[in-house]
DNA sequence: CGGTCACATGACTCCTTAGTCACATTATAT
DNA sequence: ATATAATGTGACTAAGGAGTCATGTGACCG
Protein backbone atom coordinates (compact mmCIF):
# COMPACT_ATOMS: atom_id res chain seq x y z
CA UNK A 1 0.00 0.00 0.00
CA UNK A 2 1.46 3.08 -1.12
CA UNK A 3 1.35 6.21 1.78
CA UNK A 4 -1.27 8.71 2.14
CA UNK A 5 1.52 11.04 1.04
CA UNK A 6 1.54 9.41 -2.21
CA UNK A 7 -2.82 9.71 -2.88
CA UNK A 8 -2.59 13.69 -1.56
CA UNK A 9 -0.25 13.83 -4.64
CA UNK A 10 -1.45 16.64 -7.28
CA UNK A 11 -2.76 14.59 -9.94
CA UNK A 12 -0.41 15.99 -12.61
CA UNK A 13 2.25 14.75 -10.69
CA UNK A 14 1.19 11.05 -9.30
CA UNK A 15 0.23 9.85 -12.96
CA UNK A 16 3.99 10.92 -14.15
CA UNK A 17 5.07 8.65 -11.33
CA UNK A 18 3.06 6.20 -12.24
CA UNK A 19 3.58 6.38 -16.49
CA UNK A 20 7.34 6.12 -15.64
CA UNK A 21 7.67 4.03 -13.12
CA UNK A 22 5.60 1.39 -15.02
CA UNK A 23 7.08 2.02 -17.48
CA UNK A 24 10.27 0.66 -15.68
CA UNK A 25 8.73 -2.65 -15.01
CA UNK A 26 7.49 -2.97 -18.17
CA UNK A 27 10.39 -3.03 -19.62
CA UNK A 28 12.57 -4.77 -16.94
CA UNK A 29 12.31 -7.81 -15.00
CA UNK A 30 11.78 -6.96 -11.14
CA UNK A 31 14.96 -7.55 -10.09
CA UNK A 32 16.50 -5.18 -12.56
CA UNK A 33 14.02 -2.53 -12.32
CA UNK A 34 15.55 0.53 -11.08
CA UNK A 35 14.25 3.06 -8.79
CA UNK A 36 17.08 5.08 -9.05
CA UNK A 37 16.33 5.07 -12.44
CA UNK A 38 12.56 5.70 -12.03
CA UNK A 39 13.21 8.38 -10.13
CA UNK A 40 15.64 10.02 -12.26
CA UNK A 41 12.89 9.87 -15.25
CA UNK A 42 9.95 10.80 -12.96
CA UNK A 43 12.35 14.19 -12.39
CA UNK A 44 11.45 14.02 -8.39
CA UNK A 45 14.51 13.10 -5.47
CA UNK A 46 14.74 9.27 -4.00
CA UNK A 47 13.82 10.37 -0.76
CA UNK A 48 10.47 11.25 -1.99
CA UNK A 49 9.47 8.08 -3.23
CA UNK A 50 10.29 6.43 -0.26
CA UNK A 51 7.48 9.14 1.31
CA UNK A 52 5.34 7.49 -1.24
CA UNK A 53 6.05 4.04 -1.26
CA UNK A 54 7.35 1.64 1.91
CA UNK A 55 10.18 0.25 -0.44
CA UNK A 56 10.38 -1.48 -3.99
CA UNK A 57 8.06 -4.14 -3.31
CA UNK A 58 5.34 -1.62 -2.52
CA UNK A 59 5.36 0.11 -5.04
CA UNK A 60 5.48 -2.50 -7.70
CA UNK A 61 2.78 -4.00 -6.11
CA UNK A 62 1.00 -1.38 -6.32
CA UNK A 63 1.53 -0.88 -10.00
CA UNK A 64 0.72 -4.39 -10.62
CA UNK A 65 -2.82 -4.30 -8.62
CA UNK A 66 -3.58 -0.99 -10.68
CA UNK A 67 -2.47 -2.94 -14.00
CA UNK A 68 -4.71 -6.11 -13.11
CA UNK A 69 -7.57 -3.66 -11.69
CA UNK A 70 -7.75 -1.61 -15.77
CA UNK A 71 -7.59 -4.53 -17.39
CA UNK A 72 -10.38 -6.56 -15.54
CA UNK A 73 -12.70 -3.75 -15.71
CA UNK A 74 -11.29 -2.86 -19.67
CA UNK A 75 -12.83 -6.48 -19.97
CA UNK A 76 -15.91 -6.69 -18.01
CA UNK A 77 -16.83 -3.27 -19.77
CA UNK A 78 -16.62 -5.46 -22.95
CA UNK A 79 -18.59 -8.22 -22.17
CA UNK A 80 -22.31 -9.90 -21.79
CA UNK A 81 -21.44 -11.96 -19.17
CA UNK A 82 -25.19 -13.58 -19.89
CA UNK A 83 -23.82 -14.47 -23.68
CA UNK A 84 -23.14 -18.54 -24.37
CA UNK A 85 -19.97 -19.61 -23.36
CA UNK A 86 -18.12 -19.47 -26.48
CA UNK A 87 -19.05 -16.28 -27.24
CA UNK A 88 -18.39 -14.82 -24.18
CA UNK A 89 -15.03 -16.45 -24.56
CA UNK A 90 -14.38 -14.82 -27.32
CA UNK A 91 -15.40 -11.17 -25.87
CA UNK A 92 -12.71 -12.15 -23.09
CA UNK A 93 -10.17 -12.85 -25.48
CA UNK A 94 -10.91 -10.01 -28.07
CA UNK A 95 -11.00 -7.19 -24.96
CA UNK A 96 -8.29 -8.59 -23.62
CA UNK A 97 -6.01 -8.48 -26.19
CA UNK A 98 -7.03 -4.88 -27.50
CA UNK A 99 -6.43 -3.91 -23.63
CA UNK A 100 -2.94 -4.78 -24.53
CA UNK A 101 -2.20 -2.97 -27.64
CA UNK A 102 -4.17 0.14 -26.32
CA UNK A 103 -2.03 -0.14 -22.80
CA UNK A 104 0.90 -1.45 -23.66
CA UNK A 105 2.79 -0.92 -20.69
CA UNK A 106 0.36 -1.89 -17.88
CA UNK A 107 -0.64 -5.28 -20.31
CA UNK A 108 3.09 -5.99 -19.83
CA UNK A 109 3.06 -5.62 -16.30
CA UNK A 110 0.45 -8.42 -15.91
CA UNK A 111 1.54 -10.81 -18.55
CA UNK A 112 5.10 -10.19 -16.76
CA UNK A 113 3.76 -11.19 -13.28
CA UNK A 114 1.98 -14.43 -14.54
CA UNK A 115 5.71 -15.57 -16.16
CA UNK A 116 8.14 -14.64 -13.98
CA UNK A 117 9.59 -16.96 -12.38
CA UNK A 118 12.48 -16.79 -9.33
CA UNK A 119 11.19 -13.34 -8.18
CA UNK A 120 11.27 -15.16 -4.73
CA UNK A 121 9.93 -11.72 -3.10
CA UNK A 122 6.90 -11.92 -5.05
CA UNK A 123 6.41 -15.57 -5.62
CA UNK A 124 3.29 -16.03 -3.02
CA UNK A 125 2.02 -12.76 -4.76
CA UNK A 126 1.71 -13.97 -8.09
CA UNK A 127 0.88 -17.34 -7.48
CA UNK A 128 -2.45 -15.76 -5.30
CA UNK A 129 -3.22 -13.80 -8.81
CA UNK A 130 -2.64 -16.78 -11.07
CA UNK A 131 -4.46 -18.41 -8.70
CA UNK A 132 -7.32 -16.50 -9.08
CA UNK A 133 -7.25 -15.96 -12.95
CA UNK A 134 -7.21 -19.63 -13.09
CA UNK A 135 -10.09 -20.57 -10.85
CA UNK A 136 -12.30 -17.41 -13.02
CA UNK A 137 -11.61 -19.54 -15.88
CA UNK A 138 -12.53 -22.97 -14.36
CA UNK A 139 -15.72 -21.36 -12.83
CA UNK A 140 -16.26 -20.32 -16.46
CA UNK A 141 -15.87 -23.77 -18.05
CA UNK A 142 -17.57 -25.58 -15.23
CA UNK A 143 -20.85 -23.81 -15.71
CA UNK A 144 -20.52 -24.11 -19.30
CA UNK A 145 -20.08 -27.62 -18.57
CA UNK A 146 -23.58 -27.93 -16.57
CA UNK A 147 -25.36 -26.28 -19.65
CA UNK A 148 -23.67 -28.59 -21.65
CA UNK A 149 -21.95 -26.08 -24.10
CA UNK A 150 -19.01 -27.78 -23.53
CA UNK A 151 -18.34 -31.42 -23.22
CA UNK A 152 -18.07 -33.27 -20.22
CA UNK A 153 -15.08 -35.06 -20.23
CA UNK A 154 -12.91 -31.89 -20.21
CA UNK A 155 -10.58 -31.52 -17.48
CA UNK A 156 -11.83 -27.83 -16.65
CA UNK A 157 -8.48 -27.05 -14.24
CA UNK A 158 -6.26 -28.29 -17.38
CA UNK A 159 -8.15 -26.06 -19.63
CA UNK A 160 -8.03 -23.17 -17.58
CA UNK A 161 -3.93 -23.54 -18.06
CA UNK A 162 -4.53 -23.67 -21.53
CA UNK A 163 -6.30 -20.62 -21.62
CA UNK A 164 -4.60 -18.69 -19.57
CA UNK A 165 -1.12 -19.59 -21.45
CA UNK A 166 -3.04 -18.50 -24.63
CA UNK A 167 -4.35 -15.09 -22.77
CA UNK A 168 -1.47 -14.13 -20.93
CA UNK A 169 0.75 -13.12 -24.14
CA UNK A 170 0.89 -15.49 -26.61
CA UNK A 171 -1.60 -14.17 -28.63
CA UNK A 172 -0.52 -10.61 -28.23
CA UNK A 173 2.79 -11.75 -29.32
CA UNK A 174 1.87 -13.18 -32.12
CA UNK A 175 -0.10 -9.96 -33.34
CA UNK A 176 2.87 -8.00 -33.16
CA UNK A 177 5.08 -10.65 -35.00
CA UNK A 178 2.49 -10.47 -37.43
CA UNK A 179 3.14 -7.01 -37.72
CA UNK A 180 7.20 -7.30 -37.78
CA UNK A 181 6.88 -4.97 -34.46
CA UNK A 182 9.46 -6.04 -31.61
CA UNK A 183 8.55 -5.76 -27.81
CA UNK A 184 10.87 -3.06 -27.50
CA UNK A 185 9.38 -1.27 -29.83
CA UNK A 186 6.02 -1.67 -28.43
CA UNK A 187 6.92 -0.48 -25.29
CA UNK A 188 8.44 2.61 -25.90
CA UNK A 189 6.62 3.82 -28.38
CA UNK A 190 2.87 3.92 -27.25
CA UNK A 191 0.66 4.30 -30.49
CA UNK A 192 2.12 1.84 -32.40
CA UNK A 193 -1.00 -0.48 -30.54
CA UNK A 194 -3.55 2.24 -32.78
CA UNK A 195 -1.81 -0.18 -36.26
CA UNK A 196 -3.78 -3.36 -35.49
CA UNK A 197 -7.29 -2.72 -36.70
CA UNK A 198 -10.32 -3.76 -35.24
CA UNK A 199 -10.71 -6.13 -37.87
CA UNK A 200 -7.22 -7.56 -37.12
CA UNK A 201 -8.13 -8.41 -33.85
CA UNK A 202 -11.54 -9.57 -34.68
CA UNK A 203 -10.08 -12.07 -37.04
CA UNK A 204 -7.40 -13.41 -35.02
CA UNK A 205 -9.95 -13.94 -32.33
CA UNK A 206 -11.99 -15.38 -34.42
CA UNK A 207 -9.48 -18.03 -35.45
CA UNK A 208 -9.11 -18.97 -31.95
CA UNK A 209 -12.66 -19.14 -30.93
CA UNK A 210 -12.88 -21.82 -34.10
CA UNK A 211 -10.13 -23.59 -32.34
CA UNK A 212 -11.12 -23.89 -29.34
CA UNK A 213 -14.48 -25.03 -30.78
CA UNK A 214 -13.87 -27.68 -32.75
CA UNK A 215 -10.30 -28.37 -33.36
CA UNK A 216 -7.63 -29.01 -35.45
CA UNK A 217 -8.28 -32.26 -37.30
CA UNK A 218 -9.77 -32.42 -40.65
CA UNK A 219 -13.25 -33.30 -41.03
CA UNK A 220 -14.10 -34.93 -44.09
CA UNK B 1 31.74 -19.84 -25.88
CA UNK B 2 33.45 -21.48 -22.60
CA UNK B 3 37.36 -20.89 -22.99
CA UNK B 4 39.22 -24.41 -23.47
CA UNK B 5 40.30 -24.17 -19.83
CA UNK B 6 37.09 -25.45 -18.95
CA UNK B 7 36.47 -27.90 -21.51
CA UNK B 8 40.20 -29.44 -20.15
CA UNK B 9 38.62 -29.93 -16.75
CA UNK B 10 38.51 -33.37 -15.53
CA UNK B 11 34.83 -34.65 -16.29
CA UNK B 12 34.09 -34.77 -12.08
CA UNK B 13 34.24 -30.89 -11.56
CA UNK B 14 33.11 -29.93 -14.81
CA UNK B 15 29.84 -31.21 -14.12
CA UNK B 16 29.53 -29.85 -10.79
CA UNK B 17 30.04 -26.36 -11.74
CA UNK B 18 27.23 -27.06 -14.82
CA UNK B 19 24.97 -28.19 -12.01
CA UNK B 20 25.32 -25.49 -9.68
CA UNK B 21 24.97 -23.06 -12.29
CA UNK B 22 22.19 -24.51 -13.50
CA UNK B 23 20.59 -24.39 -10.28
CA UNK B 24 20.90 -20.98 -9.59
CA UNK B 25 19.93 -20.17 -13.20
CA UNK B 26 17.21 -22.18 -13.15
CA UNK B 27 15.91 -20.34 -10.36
CA UNK B 28 16.33 -17.00 -10.35
CA UNK B 29 15.94 -14.34 -13.46
CA UNK B 30 19.43 -13.60 -15.55
CA UNK B 31 19.96 -10.53 -13.61
CA UNK B 32 19.30 -11.76 -10.36
CA UNK B 33 21.24 -14.93 -10.62
CA UNK B 34 24.67 -14.55 -8.92
CA UNK B 35 28.13 -15.93 -9.82
CA UNK B 36 29.16 -15.07 -6.67
CA UNK B 37 26.68 -17.53 -5.08
CA UNK B 38 27.72 -19.89 -7.71
CA UNK B 39 31.44 -20.24 -7.00
CA UNK B 40 30.78 -20.26 -3.27
CA UNK B 41 28.35 -23.10 -3.41
CA UNK B 42 30.39 -24.98 -6.43
CA UNK B 43 33.55 -24.58 -4.07
CA UNK B 44 35.68 -22.68 -6.49
CA UNK B 45 37.28 -19.20 -6.90
CA UNK B 46 35.57 -15.91 -8.28
CA UNK B 47 38.75 -16.11 -10.47
CA UNK B 48 38.59 -19.57 -11.59
CA UNK B 49 35.44 -19.15 -13.38
CA UNK B 50 36.52 -16.51 -15.57
CA UNK B 51 39.09 -19.05 -16.64
CA UNK B 52 36.34 -20.95 -17.88
CA UNK B 53 34.05 -18.40 -19.59
CA UNK B 54 34.75 -15.20 -20.77
CA UNK B 55 31.96 -13.41 -18.67
CA UNK B 56 28.03 -14.00 -17.25
CA UNK B 57 26.22 -13.89 -20.16
CA UNK B 58 28.79 -16.46 -21.74
CA UNK B 59 28.22 -19.07 -19.04
CA UNK B 60 24.55 -18.70 -19.13
CA UNK B 61 24.35 -19.24 -23.06
CA UNK B 62 26.68 -22.01 -22.84
CA UNK B 63 23.98 -23.83 -20.08
CA UNK B 64 20.85 -22.60 -22.12
CA UNK B 65 22.01 -24.10 -25.36
CA UNK B 66 23.46 -27.10 -22.95
CA UNK B 67 19.69 -27.16 -21.97
CA UNK B 68 17.99 -26.59 -25.14
CA UNK B 69 20.27 -29.73 -26.99
CA UNK B 70 19.58 -32.01 -24.60
CA UNK B 71 15.81 -31.34 -24.31
CA UNK B 72 15.69 -31.51 -28.52
CA UNK B 73 17.89 -34.80 -28.46
CA UNK B 74 15.36 -36.04 -25.58
CA UNK B 75 12.60 -35.32 -27.79
CA UNK B 76 13.58 -36.56 -30.72
CA UNK B 77 14.36 -39.84 -29.25
CA UNK B 78 11.33 -40.88 -28.36
CA UNK B 79 9.39 -40.13 -31.45
CA UNK B 80 8.73 -41.74 -34.47
CA UNK B 81 9.07 -38.54 -37.40
CA UNK B 82 6.84 -40.79 -39.46
CA UNK B 83 3.85 -41.05 -37.94
CA UNK B 84 1.35 -39.08 -38.31
CA UNK B 85 0.44 -35.40 -37.06
CA UNK B 86 -1.60 -36.36 -33.95
CA UNK B 87 0.53 -38.63 -32.96
CA UNK B 88 3.78 -37.10 -33.69
CA UNK B 89 2.47 -34.25 -31.98
CA UNK B 90 1.57 -36.57 -28.83
CA UNK B 91 4.87 -37.85 -28.53
CA UNK B 92 6.42 -34.70 -28.68
CA UNK B 93 4.09 -33.38 -26.19
CA UNK B 94 4.69 -36.69 -23.98
CA UNK B 95 8.10 -36.54 -24.19
CA UNK B 96 8.46 -32.90 -23.73
CA UNK B 97 7.09 -32.89 -20.19
CA UNK B 98 8.44 -35.98 -19.67
CA UNK B 99 12.13 -34.53 -20.30
CA UNK B 100 11.08 -31.26 -17.80
CA UNK B 101 10.06 -33.37 -15.28
CA UNK B 102 12.85 -35.67 -15.06
CA UNK B 103 15.34 -32.58 -15.43
CA UNK B 104 13.50 -29.89 -13.64
CA UNK B 105 16.49 -27.42 -13.75
CA UNK B 106 17.20 -27.86 -17.57
CA UNK B 107 13.74 -27.79 -17.99
CA UNK B 108 13.59 -24.56 -16.00
CA UNK B 109 16.10 -22.98 -17.85
CA UNK B 110 14.79 -23.82 -21.69
CA UNK B 111 11.49 -22.55 -19.76
CA UNK B 112 12.49 -19.02 -18.49
CA UNK B 113 14.39 -18.19 -21.52
CA UNK B 114 10.80 -18.80 -23.66
CA UNK B 115 9.29 -16.02 -21.50
CA UNK B 116 11.86 -13.57 -19.87
CA UNK B 117 11.43 -10.17 -21.59
CA UNK B 118 13.55 -7.03 -20.31
CA UNK B 119 16.80 -8.53 -20.43
CA UNK B 120 18.28 -6.56 -22.86
CA UNK B 121 21.45 -8.24 -23.10
CA UNK B 122 19.70 -11.81 -24.13
CA UNK B 123 16.91 -10.24 -26.64
CA UNK B 124 18.19 -11.31 -29.54
CA UNK B 125 19.68 -14.79 -28.62
CA UNK B 126 16.00 -15.08 -26.68
CA UNK B 127 14.51 -14.57 -30.31
CA UNK B 128 16.32 -16.58 -32.18
CA UNK B 129 15.61 -19.92 -30.28
CA UNK B 130 11.85 -18.69 -29.90
CA UNK B 131 11.76 -18.46 -33.83
CA UNK B 132 13.27 -21.97 -34.17
CA UNK B 133 10.90 -23.60 -32.18
CA UNK B 134 7.90 -21.32 -33.85
CA UNK B 135 9.54 -22.56 -37.30
CA UNK B 136 9.43 -25.97 -36.38
CA UNK B 137 5.71 -26.21 -35.72
CA UNK B 138 4.92 -24.26 -38.65
CA UNK B 139 6.58 -26.59 -40.21
CA UNK B 140 5.05 -29.47 -38.86
CA UNK B 141 1.65 -27.77 -39.19
CA UNK B 142 1.99 -27.17 -42.88
CA UNK B 143 2.83 -30.35 -43.51
CA UNK B 144 -0.21 -31.70 -42.21
CA UNK B 145 -2.23 -29.68 -43.63
CA UNK B 146 -0.97 -30.60 -47.18
CA UNK B 147 -1.29 -34.23 -46.17
CA UNK B 148 -4.94 -33.09 -45.12
CA UNK B 149 -4.70 -33.87 -41.66
CA UNK B 150 -6.17 -30.98 -40.06
CA UNK B 151 -7.89 -28.22 -41.46
CA UNK B 152 -6.89 -26.13 -44.57
CA UNK B 153 -7.77 -22.51 -42.94
CA UNK B 154 -5.76 -23.00 -39.90
CA UNK B 155 -3.10 -20.38 -39.64
CA UNK B 156 -0.49 -22.13 -39.00
CA UNK B 157 1.95 -19.79 -37.38
CA UNK B 158 -0.83 -19.03 -35.05
CA UNK B 159 -1.01 -22.55 -33.98
CA UNK B 160 2.69 -22.63 -33.62
CA UNK B 161 2.17 -19.94 -30.70
CA UNK B 162 -0.58 -21.95 -29.53
CA UNK B 163 1.43 -25.10 -29.20
CA UNK B 164 4.15 -23.18 -27.94
CA UNK B 165 2.12 -21.33 -25.34
CA UNK B 166 1.11 -24.94 -24.09
CA UNK B 167 4.34 -26.84 -24.09
CA UNK B 168 6.48 -24.28 -23.25
CA UNK B 169 5.78 -24.68 -19.36
CA UNK B 170 1.93 -24.51 -18.80
CA UNK B 171 1.44 -28.39 -19.34
CA UNK B 172 4.31 -28.97 -16.80
CA UNK B 173 3.08 -26.26 -14.51
CA UNK B 174 -0.30 -28.04 -14.22
CA UNK B 175 0.91 -31.04 -13.49
CA UNK B 176 2.72 -29.54 -10.35
CA UNK B 177 -0.29 -27.71 -9.54
CA UNK B 178 -2.44 -30.86 -9.61
CA UNK B 179 0.47 -33.01 -6.61
CA UNK B 180 0.47 -29.57 -4.82
CA UNK B 181 3.96 -29.42 -5.71
CA UNK B 182 5.65 -25.54 -6.33
CA UNK B 183 8.32 -24.82 -8.61
CA UNK B 184 10.66 -24.16 -5.54
CA UNK B 185 10.21 -27.36 -3.99
CA UNK B 186 10.52 -29.15 -7.46
CA UNK B 187 13.78 -27.20 -7.85
CA UNK B 188 15.50 -27.82 -5.22
CA UNK B 189 14.18 -31.77 -4.82
CA UNK B 190 15.00 -33.49 -8.15
CA UNK B 191 13.72 -36.52 -6.87
CA UNK B 192 9.77 -35.02 -6.94
CA UNK B 193 9.35 -35.62 -10.63
CA UNK B 194 9.24 -39.49 -9.87
CA UNK B 195 6.11 -38.66 -8.02
CA UNK B 196 4.50 -38.72 -11.89
CA UNK B 197 3.64 -42.29 -13.23
CA UNK B 198 3.64 -42.72 -16.88
CA UNK B 199 0.20 -43.17 -17.00
CA UNK B 200 -0.37 -39.39 -15.34
CA UNK B 201 1.41 -38.05 -18.06
CA UNK B 202 0.09 -40.00 -21.07
CA UNK B 203 -3.85 -39.32 -19.52
CA UNK B 204 -2.77 -35.23 -19.33
CA UNK B 205 -0.84 -35.48 -23.12
CA UNK B 206 -3.92 -37.47 -24.29
CA UNK B 207 -6.29 -35.08 -23.08
CA UNK B 208 -4.57 -32.09 -24.49
CA UNK B 209 -4.40 -33.92 -28.14
CA UNK B 210 -8.01 -34.64 -27.74
CA UNK B 211 -8.56 -30.96 -26.78
CA UNK B 212 -6.22 -30.33 -29.99
CA UNK B 213 -7.79 -32.74 -32.04
CA UNK B 214 -11.57 -32.24 -31.63
CA UNK B 215 -11.97 -28.89 -29.48
CA UNK B 216 -13.81 -28.54 -26.35
CA UNK B 217 -17.62 -27.87 -28.13
CA UNK B 218 -20.44 -30.52 -27.00
CA UNK B 219 -21.40 -32.22 -30.37
CA UNK B 220 -24.73 -33.44 -30.35
C1' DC C 1 67.08 -29.61 -10.75
C1' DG C 2 65.10 -25.57 -13.37
C1' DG C 3 61.81 -23.80 -16.40
C1' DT C 4 57.52 -23.39 -18.65
C1' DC C 5 52.83 -23.76 -18.96
C1' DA C 6 48.02 -24.47 -17.39
C1' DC C 7 45.19 -23.82 -13.81
C1' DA C 8 43.69 -21.83 -9.08
C1' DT C 9 43.01 -18.16 -5.98
C1' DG C 10 40.65 -14.46 -3.31
C1' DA C 11 41.43 -9.83 -2.21
C1' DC C 12 40.57 -6.01 -4.83
C1' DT C 13 38.32 -2.36 -7.92
C1' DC C 14 34.52 -0.17 -9.55
C1' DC C 15 29.77 0.20 -10.05
C1' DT C 16 24.94 0.13 -9.01
C1' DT C 17 21.45 -0.77 -6.02
C1' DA C 18 17.83 -0.09 -2.17
C1' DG C 19 17.07 2.46 1.45
C1' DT C 20 18.09 6.44 5.13
C1' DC C 21 18.34 10.80 7.29
C1' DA C 22 19.31 15.49 8.63
C1' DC C 23 17.93 19.34 6.69
C1' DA C 24 15.27 22.65 3.48
C1' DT C 25 11.10 24.13 1.68
C1' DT C 26 6.35 24.91 1.44
C1' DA C 27 1.50 24.84 3.07
C1' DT C 28 -1.81 25.30 6.70
C1' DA C 29 -3.67 27.06 10.75
C1' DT C 30 -3.94 30.00 14.47
C1' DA D 1 3.20 36.77 11.71
C1' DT D 2 4.28 32.62 13.91
C1' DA D 3 3.98 27.93 14.76
C1' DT D 4 3.19 23.43 13.24
C1' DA D 5 2.69 20.03 10.15
C1' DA D 6 3.45 18.05 5.55
C1' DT D 7 6.55 17.48 1.58
C1' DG D 8 10.73 17.65 -0.75
C1' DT D 9 15.72 16.72 -1.10
C1' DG D 10 20.22 14.56 -2.41
C1' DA D 11 24.37 13.19 -0.27
C1' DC D 12 25.13 9.23 2.27
C1' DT D 13 25.44 4.16 3.91
C1' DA D 14 25.75 -0.63 3.43
C1' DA D 15 25.35 -4.46 0.63
C1' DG D 16 26.05 -6.91 -3.29
C1' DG D 17 27.14 -7.37 -8.01
C1' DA D 18 30.57 -8.41 -12.19
C1' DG D 19 34.90 -8.61 -13.48
C1' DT D 20 40.39 -8.21 -12.69
C1' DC D 21 44.96 -9.36 -11.43
C1' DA D 22 49.18 -10.37 -9.02
C1' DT D 23 50.46 -14.21 -6.92
C1' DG D 24 50.49 -19.17 -5.86
C1' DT D 25 50.40 -24.12 -6.94
C1' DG D 26 51.31 -28.08 -9.35
C1' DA D 27 52.32 -30.86 -13.47
C1' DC D 28 55.12 -31.98 -17.08
C1' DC D 29 59.44 -31.67 -19.86
C1' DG D 30 64.20 -31.31 -20.63
Redesign the pocket.
Known amino acids: MPK??FL??AEE?RQRIIEVALEEFASHPYSK?????IVARAG?????????FH???DLYIYLLDLAAKEKLAYIQKGVDPYANFFTLLEQIILAGIRFNLENPRLGQVVANAMEYKGEEVLQEFFERGKEMSLQFFEGMLQQARDRGTIRKDLDSRLLAYVLLGILGSGLSEYLLDTMGISRREFLTNTALGEKFSEEDLGRVTSKVIHLLRNGMEAKE
Open positions: QTNLKASLSNIAKGSMYQYDKK
